[in-house]
């Protein structure tokens, strides 16, 4: 018997077919790491790996200095701050209040934070082999990735994304 929603999908558009792999892929995940984590608690730790990057932490540090220290940014800053210390909380993160490179605010991986991102990785990497994920499907995804990439940077760069 053909899957009940076989129709439904072929008719999408492409955005709706991105979302649900990008939700098979989470839940895949999420199932079956060692510890629970919230979707966008595993975001925000592939985050704090970004950001440890000497490339992304100066961009971070060039536009904190520039950046309007008004009420909303305050805001935003307690709010970031708030959803790194749940990571912190659980010994993924360490959170630096008053680093010496100028940032309200620095994150680093602890040695747990680290294995628990490795086996994220791992995850997604079996996650691809069960749903086949072929050479021919990565060239595909990597043009789509490559060509869409550029929206989000524009966006981040505009908006002086230090958080």
């Known amino acids: 018997m053909a899957h009940p929603h076989k129709k439904a999908i072929a008719d999408m558009p492409a955005a709706s077919l ?11 995940v999420r199932e079956n790491l060692s510890i629970f984590m919230h ?47 749940k990571l912190e909380k659980n010994g993924l993160i360490e959170i630096d209040l008053n680093p010496e490179n100028g940032l309200a605010y620095d994150c680093s991986l602890t040695p747990k934070g680290v294995e628990i991102l490795d086996e994220i990785t791992r995850l997604e990497s079996e996650w691809e082999d069960i749903v086949g994920v072929n050479d021919d499907d990565l060239e595909v995804l990597k043009k789509l990735a490559l060509d869409s990439f550029e929206i989000s940077y524009r966006h981040k760069k505009k908006k002086g994304f230090i958080f």
Not at 18 to 28: G, H, N
């Open 18 to 28: 991105i979302a649900i792999i990008e939700e098979s892929k989470m839940t895949y």
């Open 39 to 85: 979707e966008s608690q595993v975001k925000l730790l592939k985050k704090v790996r970004k950001h440890e990057k000497p490339h992304h932490k100066r961009v971070r540090i060039r536009e904190y200095e520039k950046a309007e220290k008004d009420d909303l940014f305050n805001m935003h800053l307690g709010l970031y701050l708030k959803k790194y210390k």
